[in-house]
């Protein structure tokens, strides 16, 4: 019941701001790209005994940008964003696929006419996800539970290129402040510690943007 409280919060602040700043809107657009994402934290590699590795996702959506003055503009966003990670250990491949609506918004300084630098909060809705394992041409899969799963918060800065005719190239990373992980940590439950795993996501983005 938090969780719903906190994404209509959020959704309805958004919403207000839009109505509020519509006058200063000076863009609008959609964008995509890809996600080269991994789990971060203490307890992201098993207890140290596998590291995680890379794993290839995508994000699309939607932007506005409202200008506060020449140089600098606040811009949020709402993405589909496919995060995860991959473990490899003794021929056995895990591949974790999460599946998120990404609120960020960002504070964009203008650097010189085609060069934009940014940071800002996020918020990822958890949608669902799978994780499949593989082991010598064998395959299953496996739902990641929703009730064990987390709602995400982080950060995103990069920066962008204007390559013309309304395009523009960014590179972002997205780094995960909140653990996911709503189950005990299993090293830690033997002693008696209930806590939380500190699992958390990061991804870096690489995106096109189309504005109009």
């Known amino acids: 019941m938090k969780q719903k409280k906190i994404i209509l919060i959020t959704i309805l602040l958004l919403m207000f701001s839009v109505t509020i700043f519509a006058q200063g809107i000076t863009a609008k657009g959609f964008k995509g790209g ?36 020449n140089q600098m503009s606040i811009r949020p966003e709402i993405l589909y964003s496919v995060k995860g990670t991959k473990y490899e250990e003794d021929g056995v491949t895990l591949n974790f696929a999460m599946n998120y609506i ?16 940014f940071a800002g909060p996020y918020f990822g809705m958890f949608l669902g996800g799978k994780m499949k394992m593989e082991y010598n041409g064998d395959s299953a899969e496996e739902d ?14 990069g920066g962008s290129y204007d390559i013309g005719n309304n395009l523009s190239i960014e590179a972002r990373y997205a780094l995960g402040l909140k653990t996911f992980d709503k189950e005990p940590d299993d090293w830690d439950s033997s002693y008696g510690n209930y806590e939380e795993a500190d699992i958390k996501n990061s991804a870096l983005q690489i995106m096109v943007n189309y504005s109009f």
């Open 102 to 117: 990404d609120i960020p918004v960002l504070g964009v300084f203008s650097v010189q006419e085609n060069i934009s630098i």
């Open 144 to 157: 990641i539970k929703k009730e064990n799963t987390a709602n995400d918060f982080g950060l995103v800065f």
């Open 34 to 69: 890809l996600n080269i994402a991994k789990f971060t934290g203490s307890d992201a590699d098993f207890g140290g005994e596998v590291d995680p590795k890379f794993a290839m996702g995508f994000a699309v959506g939607v932007f506005l940008t409202y200008s506060i003055n």
